[in-house]
């Protein structure tokens, strides 16, 4: 008999269906009449004739037709999304899908594989492998060091030796030692309880990555999981069956056990999951249409699965190859704005970087002499101002390799940081193989990544807070020999007059956000975790503030792709124009 699994206001009811020719209409009200009849206010309606709904796949949000047959228009244990009339505007409503879901409705499941060793993960990597381009599978080195690794647990629990977090409870409780036919239930105790965390979910693409971030700790062989438990996580992965995790919760020490914890509970089939497929459904009946099973925990499983510094390092992760983007972008926009502003490139000469050889400074430098007028990409707009009596440049212009430079450097900083913490192995206890012991550490902390990423928010906003001054030059007439705000017609059109305000709002935000959240430490569990790095809101405020730095550089590139349509006919560089060309073929100029 087929059966559908069928989400009505944030609840899922599965729905069998006795008959075949049965149609979609008799599916949305079969699953509305379960809801009113399982609710003690009958969910708020007089009858089931008093719902008018409509019926959509949680694939891609598809509508159906209520009058098509089921067999014809949805699979065997397909999910579908009751939305009855009016809930959209309820602040109350729950989609069955994330924010986005058209990145989602495209989805094809990778061929390709990436093997992971525990030992080398790229930041790169990792972000493909949450954007669903790549599965996981394990090399074999890894696979004997997990089977070596689990052998000291079996071996520990067999001698009932008293080990924390295996035969003890956890954090004050570590002198409770744990009857031996309690362990498993230890376990998922553990999972259960400290699934606490509150705020949205993560977005598929970073579940994803915390999930092969988690993936690639355990297969380093020191977290004592079971060789068959982590293969199931894989399978997981495989599947873009990816749990809930709600984005606050962590300090940050012992590892991220809040985020972790709630992702180890969709893999126990317990709480909410995701996947293309299903959308967001009980985790238990996303397994189930996979045709994979929950995780049954062994003995220190459970800790296995939610020790770390996986929620700070994958979004720390993400947080460095996007402000690897912008920075090499902010370099070309500053370039264009340099030319419409009829700046020199003589402070760019590489004599002048030579006297002072930081890297990022004359890597910056460098860009703007291939960038701005030279031999090979002779510039019109140059040549019109070559023999004007201006001698130098306003810093925002002239100091880009300086200020831009340091940027640079610092990303490349954070990123050495953030590639050693993807390979480590950050559980307590660790387990040695070689030593055919268990050792208590510290490991879990998470100071590293949190210090790395508060330096990498002040670093990175120096971008948009040198932008926001050229996009002000862009704009104001007694700076640039320009239009006022970038209009012909100023007062019948304001032109770039409040995109101006925007950036000036975003480079604001972005001050209080640079704030350190790591010079902060709040004591927990009964003052057992003394003190904690606050890592999970650096890296979350990271991303933010680069999010803004990318918002205030494409105000700066308008402003001066909007700029050089004023000293038309001449051309800037080859490479500029196909910036300019670029943005015109998806923004046309603002009359």
């Known amino acids: ?94 989609p069955s899908q994330p924010e986005g879901v058209y990145l989602y409705s495209k989805y ?58 295996i035969t003890t409870g956890f954090g004050k409780f570590a002198r409770t030692v744990i009857p031996i036919n309690k362990l498993q239930e230890l376990q998922v105790n553990l999972v259960r309880s400290h699934s606490s965390g509150v705020g949205k979910p993560l977005i598929p693409e970073r579940c994803r990555m915390l999930l092969a971030l988690r993936i690639n700790v355990l297969a380093k062989g020191y977290s004592g999981i079971s060789l068959e438990t982590l293969k199931q996580v894989i399978e997981m992965f495989n599947a873009s ?50 045709g994979l099973k929950p995780v049954i925990l062994k003995p220190k499983e459970g800790l296995a699965l939610i020790n770390g510094t996986q929620m700070i390092t994958s979004l720390g992760c993400e947080a460095v190859e996007r402000a690897s983007a912008i920075a090499r972008q902010a370099d070309i926009v500053a370039a264009l704005t340099l030319e419409v502003l009829k700046g020199t490139t003589k402070a760019f000469d590489t004599d002048i970087h030579a006297l002072r050889p930081h890297r990022g400074q004359i890597e910056v430098a460098f860009r703007f002499r291939s960038l701005l007028d030279s031999d090979h990409h002779p510039s019109e707009i140059a040549e019109s101002h070559r023999f004007c009596d201006r001698v130098q440049d306003a810093y925002t212009l002239r100091c880009c390799p300086q200020v831009h430079g340091v940027v640079n450097d610092t990303i490349a900083f954070v990123k050495n940081i953030i590639t050693t913490e993807l390979n480590s192995a950050t559980d307590n206890p660790m387990v040695f193989a070689s030593r055919g012991e268990t050792i208590s550490g510290g490991n879990f902390h998470g100071e590293y990544p949190a210090k790395a990423l508060d330096y990498l928010a002040i670093g990175i906003h120096e971008l948009a807070a040198i932008s926001e001054r050229r996009i002000e030059r862009l704009c104001n007439p007694s700076l640039s020999e320009l239009p006022a705000f970038l209009v012909a017609e100023g007062g019948l059109n304001s032109g770039f ?51 803004h730095v990318e918002q205030v550089l494409a105000i700066e590139l308008l402003a001066a792709c909007q700029g050089i349509e004023f000293l038309r006919p001449l051309k800037t560089t080859t490479p500029l124009e196909k910036v300019y060309d670029l943005v015109r073929s998806v923004v046309r100029f603002g009359k």
Request: net charge negative; proline share 5%; aromatic share 6%.
């Open 1 to 94: 008999m087929p059966r559908y699994t069928v989400h009505v206001r944030g609840e899922w009811l599965a729905v069998p269906c006795p008959e075949a020719q049965l149609t979609v209409g008799w599916l949305g009200r079969e699953a509305v009449r379960r809801y009113i009849k399982n609710k003690p206010d009958n969910g708020g309606f007089a009858s089931i004739d008093d719902v008018h709904f409509l019926v959509r796949r949680c694939k891609g949000l598809g509508l159906l037709d209520n009058e098509d047959p089921l067999e014809v228009a949805l699979e065997d244990n397909e999910f579908v999304e009751v939305v009855i009339e009016g809930d959209a505007m309820s602040p109350d409503f729950i």
């Open 108 to 165: 094809r499941e990778p061929e390709k594989y990436i093997a992971l060793d525990g030992d080398s993960l790229t930041t790169e990597d990792l972000v493909n492998l949450g954007k669903g381009r790549y599965k996981i599978k394990l090399t074999p080195t890894a696979e004997k060091r997990v089977q070596k690794s689990r052998e000291v647990i079996d071996s520990i629990i067999k001698e009932k030796t008293v080990v924390y977090g």
């Open 241 to 290: 069956c990816l749990p809930y995790v709600p984005e606050k919760g962590t300090v940050g020490a012992s590892g991220d056990l809040a985020p972790l914890s709630h992702l180890a509970l969709g893999l126990i089939g317990e709480g909410k999951m995701w996947s293309p497929k299903s959308g967001w459904a009980d985790a238990k009946y996303v397994l189930e249409a996979h």
């Open 497 to 547: 007059m409040i995109a101006h305000c925007t950036a000036a709002a975003l480079v604001s935000e972005n001050k209080a956000l640079c704030h350190p959240s790591s010079v902060d430490s709040l004591s927990t569990s009964a003052a057992t975790e003394d003190h904690v790095s606050m890592g999970g809101w650096a890296a979350r405020k990271a991303l933010r503030v680069i999010e």
